[in-house]
């Protein structure tokens, strides 16, 4: 046995080296769509520790600046012994986590639905352990070179089991071996295009205030008026090295799309792209900005439309669709659902999907 070390070739050379590297097998990271089947589970190692740091690395950066989750003072207000984790970032910290095992292969993230936080708030120090279960595979009659899958995810506090998030997501994922198609199937995408466009209400109102009540009213204006309950946030976040590469990865978010310039080179973006957590919590930052959250509740019907490149800016729309004051409401506050579209300097939507929150009242 050698150890290499009288080797008289020079590995270091350049013409050397590549031909090296010509010859030599990878070791894949990632998993293709032939490896999920239906009913499987996985446990996604390593898991991270939820720290206060990281959460308000993640709130400054995305511009949510809610204070219960900055000060002890207003947390204990809210009912908090102190600033809890936020939810948009134990959401994407439980993405994060579970990408080196399902999506790191790449493919289109297709959506993502029923994100809920059924338990009490997280506080800082929890150590959160991740798991998927495989809820469906299926073919692509439109792209053979990719298949179809959706997981139901659960992240939980490592010591005690609590369960802390879980949401259902599909991706596409790619092949290892493509299917062989005619290509029939692809005209059927095309059958939508003589459909006549839908007619936006004539009047959009905006809510007098940030209160429940505030929401309220505006629904019952626009029901009035056969008007919509819609408006835009004034604020903006470029997208920079901090939100492109740093947050994903302080997630263990490893999908190259964040962080490998050189691989996404010849990918249809041509760059590296915003993870779709950072995009959206941006723009639920906006819109959090002009009402006065008292918890999430849930997100629903949640997709990507396109990409997010660095010197992107994300800005935010919103639709007000019901408001409720019930049972299940604290004293203080009501429940209101929302639409909320992000959209680029471009005025091209990049994120929708529906929320859920309890918006305080005034008195």
């Not at 998927?132 to 595979?137: A, G, L, N, P, Q």
């Not at 059958?191 to 940030?210: K, M, R, S, V």
């Not at 962080?259 to 930052?285: C, F, K, Q």
């Amino acid at each position: 046995m050698t150890d290499g070390t009288s080797d008289p070739v020079d590995w270091t050379d350049p013409e050397t080296f590549s031909h090296a590297l010509e010859r030599a097998d990878t070791r894949e990271k990632g998993h293709y769509f032939e490896a999920f089947a239906e009913g499987d589970l996985l446990e996604h190692d390593p898991g991270l520790t939820l720290t206060r740091w990281g959460n308000e690395q993640w709130l400054s950066q995305t511009l949510n600046h809610d204070p219960a989750y900055w000060r002890t003072d207003a947390a204990r207000e809210r009912g908090f012994d102190e600033p809890p984790i936020h939810p948009d970032y134990l959401t994407a910290a439980t993405l994060g986590i579970t990408v080196e095992d399902l999506s790191e292969k790449g493919g289109y993230f297709l959506g993502r639905t029923d994100v809920r936080f059924p338990g009490a708030p997280v506080t800082p120090g929890t150590e959160l352990r991740v798991e998927s279960e495989v809820v469906s595979t299926a073919t692509s009659s439109s792209r053979p070179q990719y298949g179809i899958v959706t997981w139901r995810t659960r992240g939980r506090d490592a010591a005690t089991g609590e369960l802390l998030c879980s949401y259902k997501r599909t991706n596409m994922i790619p092949r290892r071996d493509p299917l062989e198609t005619d290509g029939g199937a692809q005209a059927a995408d095309d059958d939508d295009a003589d459909d006549p466009q839908p007619t936006l209400p004539d009047t959009f109102i905006t809510p007098d205030g940030e209160h429940f009540e505030d929401f309220v009213a505006a629904l019952e204006r626009a029901d009035e008026q056969h008007a919509t309950v819609a408006y835009r946030h004034e604020r903006g976040r470029t997208q920079d090295d901090v939100t492109v590469a740093s947050l994903p990865l302080a997630t263990l978010n490893t999908a190259k799309q964040h962080h490998n310039a050189d691989a996404m080179s010849d990918a249809p973006s041509g760059e590296i792209v915003t993870y779709g957590d950072v995009t959206r919590s941006s723009a639920l930052g906006h819109a959090r900005s002009d009402e006065q959250t008292w918890r999430e509740v849930g997100f629903d019907d949640e997709q990507f439309h396109t990409f997010v490149m660095p010197g992107d800016t994300i800005y935010a729309f919103t639709r007000v669709l019901e408001a409720n004051a019930d049972s299940s409401s604290p004293t203080d506050a009501g429940t209101v659902r929302f639409e909320h579209i992000a959209f680029n300097q471009r005025e091209e939507p990049v994120y929708s999907g529906t929320r859920t929150a309890e918006i305080r009242t005034q008195s």
